[in-house]
C-alpha cells in the first residue's frame, strides 16, 4: 500500500502533468491511506487488541514572517482533517526555525509524514505560478511600481496557500464522512435505522478524534491564540479555494459536479 502510495505521490509531482491530475492522484494516495487506517484499525479490534498508541510527529515549516505562517495554517487544516490537533513553535516574523507539532494516531501521523511533503511541493507551485499570473495582469492593466507590487504578490500568495490547504482538508472530510456514513446505518431488527454504531468506520473514527483532543490538551495545558491574519486577499483567497476544489479528486465523487463551489462562508476567518 506504501509504494502504491509513493508511485502515486510521484505521478502528482510530475511537472509534466496537469494541476487537476496532480491533485487526482494526490487524493487517490490520501484516500488509499485512510482505508487502511480504518481496515487496521478494525482488524485490531477484531483481534480484541488495544486501541492504536496516540503520539506527536514534528514537521518543519519552511519560510520566515507572513509565508511561513500560511504554510503552517494550510498544514495544520490538513493534519485536522485526519483527526490530529496541532501546534506550532517559532511562529513568528524573524526568520526562527517553525516547526508544526501534531498529535495523532500512529498510522494518521504516518499518512501525513508521506503526504505533507508531496501536498506542500504542489501548493507551492501553485500558489507561485497563480501570483506571478495576478502580478503579470495588473503590470498589464495599471502602472505600478515595483514595490506596490512585490506587496501585493505577498498578499495574494499567502492567502492562496492558506485557502488551498482549507480546501484539500475539505476533500478529505467530507471523504471521511462518507466512509462513517457507509459504515454506519445499520439496522434494527424492526427495520429501523441504528443511530449508534457499534463498529466499522464511524466508531474508529469517532473513537480516535476523542483519544487524540484528550491526548493533546494533556500535553499542551495553555496555549497562545494565533494572531489573526492580517494580508487576507480576497482574490488571493478564492483562487487557492478553487485551485484545491475543482478538480475531480478520486475520491468518491467529482468535486465541482452540478455547478461552483461556493466560497465557504468562513473564508476571512482566521
Not at 492504536?52 to 514534528?58: H, K, M, P, S
Not at 498544514?75 to 501546534?87: K, N, P, V
Amino acid at each position: 500500500m506504501i509504494e502504491r502510495v509513493r508511485g502515486l505521490l510521484r505521478m502528482a509531482e510530475d511537472p509534466a502533468v496537469t494541476d487537476a491530475e496532480s491533485q487526482a492522484f494526490t487524493a487517490k494516495a490520501a484516500e488509499l491511506m485512510t482505508r487502511h487506517a480504518i481496515a487496521e484499525a478494525e482488524a485490531r479490534a477484531q483481534r480484541g487488541e488495544g486501541v492504536e498508541e496516540v503520539t506527536r510527529l514534528d514537521f518543519p515549516v519552511s519560510g520566515v514572517g507572513g509565508h511561513g505562517k500560511a504554510r503552517v495554517k494550510a498544514l495544520a487544516a490538513i493534519a485536522s482533517a485526519y483527526g490530529c490537533q496541532s501546534a506550532v513553535r517559532g511562529n513568528t516574523s524573524a526568520n526562527t526555525e517553525r516547526t508544526l507539532i501534531i498529535v495523532g494516531t500512529v498510522t494518521a501521523l504516518d499518512s501525513l509524514r508521506v503526504l505533507l511533503p508531496s501536498i506542500s511541493m504542489q501548493m507551492e507551485s501553485s500558489a507561485r505560478f497563480s501570483a506571478r499570473e495576478h502580478v503579470a495582469n495588473l503590470r498589464e492593466l495599471r502602472n505600478y511600481d515595483r514595490s506596490t507590487l512585490t506587496t501585493e504578490r505577498n498578499r495574494f500568495y499567502r492567502s492562496f496557500i492558506r485557502a488551498y490547504g482549507a480546501a484539500v482538508a475539505e476533500r478529505i472530510r467530507e471523504f471521511r464522512a462518507r466512509l462513517a456514513e457507509n459504515a454506519g446505518g445499520g439496522v434494527n431488527g424492526d427495520g429501523s435505522e441504528e443511530e449508534t454504531p457499534t463498529t466499522g468506520a464511524e466508531l474508529v473514527l469517532r473513537t480516535d478524534v476523542d483519544r487524540v483532543q484528550e491526548e493533546f490538551e494533556r500535553r499542551f495545558p495553555k496555549l497562545r491564540p494565533t494572531r489573526p491574519e492580517r494580508t487576507h486577499h480576497r482574490a488571493g483567497y478564492r483562487a487557492g479555494y478553487l485551485r484545491g476544489r475543482n478538480a475531480e479528486l478520486g475520491m468518491g465523487t467529482a468535486v465541482g459536479g452540478g455547478g461552483a463551489n461556493p466560497l465557504p462562508g468562513h473564508a476571512e476567518a482566521d
